[in-house]
C-alpha cells in the first residue's frame, strides 16, 4: 500500500491592483494624488454632485450641471463662514 496522495497547497490569489494607474486622481489632467475612489478630494465632490463619471471623463450636460455646482458651493461656503 504507498504513501497516501498529499494534495499540494495553492496560495490564494493575490488582490489586483487598483485601476486608478499608480495612485494619482482619475480626472483629466489631474495630477494630484487620489484619496478617495480614484479621485482628488475635489474631483471627488464633481463626481458625487455628478459632474464626473467614474471614467474620469465629463458628463454631456457638464456646463448646466456646473452652474448647480457652483451655486451649491456658494451656499455651502455661505453657511460655514457665518
Partial sequence: MGKPAV???K???KAKEPATGGGSCTAKA???SE????FC???FEQFKFGLIKKSGDFVPDYEK???H?????TRRHA???A
Fill in 79 to 81: 453657511h460655514k463662514v
Fill in 30 to 32: 489631474c495630477k494630484t
Fill in 69 to 73: 455646482y457652483q451655486a451649491y458651493q
Fill in 41 to 43: 478630494e475635489e474631483h
Fill in 11 to 13: 496560495e490564494a490569489p
Fill in 65 to 67: 450641471k456646473f452652474e
Fill in 35 to 38: 484619496w478617495r475612489f480614484g
Fill in 7 to 9: 494534495a499540494e497547497k
